[in-house]
């Protein structure tokens, strides 16, 4: 079930042979680990990006790449929680990350468009009141509006003009064609500054781990931070043609979007390895709503949601000076990896940044979802049955609508046969 954006040639990289030595090591050829390896570059550091697979072929593969600074309704949030002032901070690094991403993807033919996005709800028209307030409040002119191109009726919705939609593998394929890149070159442990994989290994000052979810369980504790969360995409001929991207703030609500003559309907989200809406969820609404759309493309995405809805970009670890990590994106990883790779740049070549505590992966834990965090794993690892998980033990689940094996606990997920698809796992899963 591959998405649409693989319809387009993709460069090769050779695979890791030997031993080598670079300044940075970034392990992880998404969007984040590419952006990170193209910030550094023009920044004058020599980096070198190992990827296990292909570049993009992960949750890159399964976005719908919706440019924006506008995530669900999280400067309210951030503001309730940390104050504004921690709110005009993301606002400003989200912002600077969407223009630089802006800035980028214009010059390559990635299908860029400025468009207008909406957070809309069904039913709390104050809490769509609130995000205006909210961003109003540090600077940013979103508005309300109770109106619009959806084919159905709504509380009421925060609009922001001119963000952007574009193709992201037509973008980051043009942008990889610079960097030191070796595929297929998984990385089996790290030994200090040095990262070891089947045919070689790579010495390096710096490391960041750009892994969607962190692979490295004894630092960090990121199996207790983050939870997986699926969602599913439909790609439609002959139906709406809107013009605006939108998302429901709940958080098994649906998005919309265009792509050319197509729209991609999002939704069907759940927890990965519980239940949920799935593709058949899609089709009922699009029965409803479009009954002359015919499906051309389907496909599924998985994203690391944080106790606090904000990411973890930084310092692996309090006691790790050279190892790095950016992950937790809450579905939001276009302009999040930008931000990842400017912060991180940052950080490395020693500029200071005050960006770098709101997104410490070492600030408080104290959140309630860490508490049902908790008690997935112990659910997870109490339930007597096989097969199991081979991260941390937790009992799987078999996923109807995909065919796969998946993890409640921290969101790894196996093919039937019990070959690896998503991390935090690093090896296939026994019988």
């Known amino acids: 079930m591959k998405s649409i954006w693989n319809r387009i040639e993709k460069p090769k990289f050779e695979t890791l042979s030997g031993d080598i030595k670079t300044d940075v090591l970034i392990i992880g050829g998404g969007i984040c680990g590419i952006l990170c390896a193209y910030m550094l570059s023009r920044a004058g550091v020599e980096c070198t990006l190992v990827e296990a697979e292909e570049i993009c072929g992960g949750i890159t593969n399964g976005t719908t790449a919706k440019l924006t600074i506008q995530h669900g309704l999280i400067y309210d949030k951030i503001r309730q929680v940390y104050g504004i002032e921690k709110s005009r901070l993301y606002y400003e690094s989200q912002k600077k990350a969407f223009e630089v991403l802006a800035s980028l993807a214009k010059e ?221 994106f809450n579905k939001w990883g276009m302009t999040s990896s930008m931000v990842s790779a400017m912060l991180l740049t940052d950080m490395i070549v020693g500029r200071n940044s005050e960006y770098e505590t709101i997104y410490a992966p070492s600030r408080t834990m104290m959140h309630p979802q860490l508490a049902v965090n908790m008690l997935e794993s112990i659910k997870g690892l109490a339930t007597l049955k096989k097969p199991r998980c081979p991260h941390l033990g937790c009992a799987l689940t078999y996923n109807k609508a995909e065919h796969s094996w998946d993890c409640p606990c921290h969101g790894s997920r196996f093919e039937a046969d019990g070959k690896l698809i998503n991390n935090p796992a690093t090896k296939d899963k026994g019988k």
């Open 108 to 328: 390559t033919e990635s299908d860029f468009e400025n468009c207008h996005s909406f957070v809309y709800s069904l039913s709390n028209r104050e809490a769509i009141e609130k995000e205006v307030e909210a961003l109003n409040a540090i600077g940013c002119p979103a508005e309300f509006c109770k109106e619009t191109e959806l084919p159905f009726g709504i509380a009421g919705a925060v609009k922001i003009e001119n963000q952007a939609q574009f193709h992201p593998l037509t973008f980051l394929y043009s942008i990889a064609r610079e960097l030191t890149i070796y595929e297929h070159s998984k990385v089996l442990q790290l030994k200090s500054n040095v990262a070891v994989t089947e045919k070689g290994s790579i010495t390096a000052q710096n490391i960041i781990v750009a892994t969607h979810f962190p692979f490295i369980n004894t630092r960090g504790g990121y199996f207790l931070k983050m939870y997986q969360h699926r969602s599913y995409v439909l790609a439609l001929a002959n139906a709406q043609r809107i013009q605006g991207m939108y998302v429901d703030e709940a958080m098994d609500g649906l998005s919309f979007r265009r792509y050319g003559d197509l729209l991609l309907l999002g939704g069907g989200s759940h927890r990965t390895g519980h239940s949920g809406g799935s593709w058949e969820e899609l089709q009922r609404f699009a029965k409803k709503y479009y009954p002359d759309a015919r499906e051309v493309a389907r496909w599924a995405t998985q994203d690391c949601m944080t106790l606090d809805s904000l990411p973890y970009i930084g310092r692996y670890s309090k006691s790790t000076n050279d190892l790095y990590v950016s992950t937790g």
